[in-house]
């Protein structure tokens, strides 16, 4: 893990111009790069694994400024994480650096901030309230709006006039426009629906944006394959008055799923709009013009579109898929108006995120089954590295090329998997072997790298753990992406009966047949919804499973529904709360009889903290053999460096105790 990690990488809307986020080792900074040369630095000099998190990277309008945000995002009691304990961190706020370097000025505490096209203010909300901020020294925010209901998605218009928001009201949301000389707020075309992704045209005098009806009992961690069909929308900016210009046909796609992008909705070069639809079960691209009409697939085939950014001319999109590959993602391009796109990264690495800057560069974030994330431009064709080398530390010579492998769960369903093997192993050995499960459930492992940072960290331990000696298959289970609309909305997944565990099951099976697999020592692991999986697998196949690790899991369905959505009180659904117990490891605790590593920061967002605490004392309970190790004022993906390679140290000594100095059988 000495590796620097490269994520959220931006293009400057002028000039040739990137810029995105380094973390080595925890000490997280802003690099940028520029053309001709295309040489990366470091613009900004944070130092240590302070576990402050950089995020919303932002070029100005003439790409002279870089803004950022440092800092968390606050719990709903309005705490930023502070994992060091720290009683005068400065919290969360947005900065600025010139981008030829500049030490940074703080610009206003918070986050969630646009600037005006001409770069002289940035306007942000703060709850219901909109601001704006010249900038310019001593400059003080003058409050411009106050809104009913939330206020977020501000995008100015192209003369920096207006500025359109969304307000969020609990079961619906408008697309507001806010005219700032007259202080006047127009809702654009109102109803009960939620509206959002609002898109300006090029003169200022339209809005596009989707409105999805809304539902009043959608159940989480459910599956959803039909919905009341979602629209695009286009309204008249002076009037309001709005008309639909296309609509989802029912069935299939009729649910609104989007891509990895900051807006769902994109006005294109000739009045084109470009959005993400699951027309024929796969998550694809597709292009519509504003007077209406049938849509245009830009993306034909099986697989699925994930990061998406349109060029700045509008006559482009640039994105990643499995295309052709489906347990990796390259970058490709197509024009809004269709035709055969244009593979722009051939091979076996794995590309994403990718952008083009004004000056016509294209520019992504890369890895390989050896090789971290990295920031990479095209120049002339070729492939030229702006991150950072790879340190020296980097155990390059030492990482094995995971294997791609499809089995079959116990109930027949095709799974992929990523399987990993130690590379001193020798014919007719018998190893120890480990199932990795993600997060999520909504991701994709690869056959390389990641590009979250949280599985970034986890195939460095997949890696760590083949080199250790043991066999490792990272399962891509049932709810995942990557593999169409039916997969990832798998019948009776999650809370409603729990279908992940043929999956677990079909896995350790599939090791358990291998023959350089010792079938008495096979352990589990994973984090969040893969620690979910693993409470499940010990709890409900102890046989199989001889150890787990179980990282911030899920013990009991109600508890993480009610934290992601505090109106849910399980009283009110009998039938289904009873069935999100019935598909929970609490409900099987009676069968869980191998030992576990458990792992939580207390600070968790996501999963509460009392999931692992309750699931200690029903252990305890049935004495039942659990260690822990307990993060105090941790969130749910590690901030600290540290904290993560603790958390995998212990991970790699538990299971050497519990599986390798187990009697071979």
């Known amino acids: 893990m000495s590796f620097s990690f490269a994520s959220s990488l931006v293009a400057s809307p002028a000039g040739d111009r990137i810029a995105w986020i380094e973390n080595e080792e925890g000490e997280r900074n802003i690099w940028v790069a520029e053309g001709p040369d295309w040489q990366g630095r470091a613009l900004t000099t944070y130092a240590g694994d302070d576990g402050q998190e950089l995020a919303g990277l932002t070029f100005s309008p003439d790409g002279d400024r870089v803004f950022w945000i440092r800092g968390g995002a606050p719990n709903r009691q309005g705490e930023v994480p502070d994992p060091l304990f720290t009683p005068d961190e400065e919290g969360r706020a947005t900065w600025a650096s010139y981008f030829g370097g500049s030490e940074p000025v703080h610009i206003v505490d918070g986050a969630g901030f646009t600037i005006s096209p001409d770069g002289t203010h940035v306007a942000y909300s703060q709850g219901r309230e909109i601001f704006q901020l010249a900038l310019e020294a001593d400059a003080e925010p003058e409050r411009i709006a106050r809104i009913r209901g939330g206020a977020g998605s501000l995008t100015w218009s192209p003369d920096g006039s207006r500025l359109a928001f969304v307000s969020g009201r609990g079961d619906h949301a408008f697309v507001g426009v806010l005219t700032l000389g007259e202080r006047q707020v127009t809702y654009m075309d109102p109803s009960v629906a939620n509206d959002g992704s609002p898109a300006w045209s090029p003169d200022g005098r339209h809005i596009a944006f989707l409105r999805i009806p809304n539902e009043r009992v959608v159940h989480m961690f459910a599956p959803r394959r039909e919905a009341l069909p979602f629209s695009v929308r286009v309204a008249e900016v002076e009037t309001g008055q709005g008309r639909e210009v296309w609509r989802a046909a029912e069935g299939v796609g009729s649910a609104f799923s989007g891509v990895n992008a900051p807006g769902q909705l994109w006005w294109g070069a000739s009045d084109r709009l470009v959005f993400p639809w699951e027309g024929d079960g796969w998550k694809h691209l597709y292009s519509l013009s504003t007077s209406g009409g049938e849509p245009t697939l830009l993306t034909p085939g099986a697989f699925e579109v994930q990061f998406a950014s349109i060029s700045p001319d509008g006559r482009s999109v640039i994105y990643d898929s499995n295309q052709d590959d489906i347990d990796r993602k390259h970058v490709w391009r197509v024009d809004i108006t269709g035709g ?136 891509n289970y049932r709810s995942g992406i990557g593999y169409g609309m039916e997969f990832r909305e798998a019948e009776n997944y999650g809370a409603t009966g729990a279908s992940e565990f043929n999956d677990v099951m079909g896995a350790g099976l599939y090791l358990q047949s291998r023959p350089d697999v010792d079938p008495d020592r096979i352990g589990l692991w994973g984090g969040s919804y893969g620690g979910y999986l693993t409470a499940m697998g010990l709890a409900r196949a102890s046989d199989l499973f001889a150890a787990g690790v179980d990282i911030h899991g899920v013990h009991d369905w109600n508890v993480v529904m009610t934290g992601f959505r505090p109106s849910y009180e399980p009283e009110d659904y009998p039938e289904f709360s009873q069935l999100a117990y019935d598909s929970s490891p609490m409900a099987f605790m009676d069968g869980w009889t191998s030992p576990v590593l458990l792992i939580h920061g207390d600070d968790d967002r996501n999963v509460p903290f009392s999931e692992t605490v309750d699931v200690a004392e029903a252990l305890s309970r049935r004495g039942v053999e659990y260690e822990q190790l307990i993060f105090p004022d941790e969130v749910h993906g590690f901030l600290l460096h540290r904290n993560w390679v603790a958390a995998f140290e212990s991970t790699l000594s538990f299971f050497d105790r519990k599986l390798k100095q187990r009697p071979v059988s």
Not at 379 to 405: K, L, Y
Request: charged fraction near 20%.
């Open 340 to 475: 055969r796109p244009e593979l722009l990264t051939p091979g076996a690495g794995v590309e994403w995120g990718a952008v083009m800057t004004a000056g016509g560069t294209v520019a992504f974030q890369a890895a390989s089954g050896s090789e971290p994330a990295h920031t990479v431009v095209l120049r002339d064709g070729e492939r030229h590295r702006v991150s950072p080398d790879r340190p020296r530390s980097f155990p390059a010579d030492r990482m094995v090329e995971p294997e791609q492998v499809v089995f079959s769960a116990s109930d027949g369903m095709q799974i992929h998997g990523q399987l990993f093997l130690p590379p001193d192993a020798r014919a007719g050995d018998r190893h120890p072997a480990v199932l990795f499960f993600h997060g999520g459930s909504r991701r994709q492992m690869l056959l390389g790298f990641h590009h979250r940072g949280y599985y970034h960290n986890t195939y460095a331990m997949n890696q760590l753990l083949a080199n250790a000696g043991y066999v490792v298959l990272s399962v």
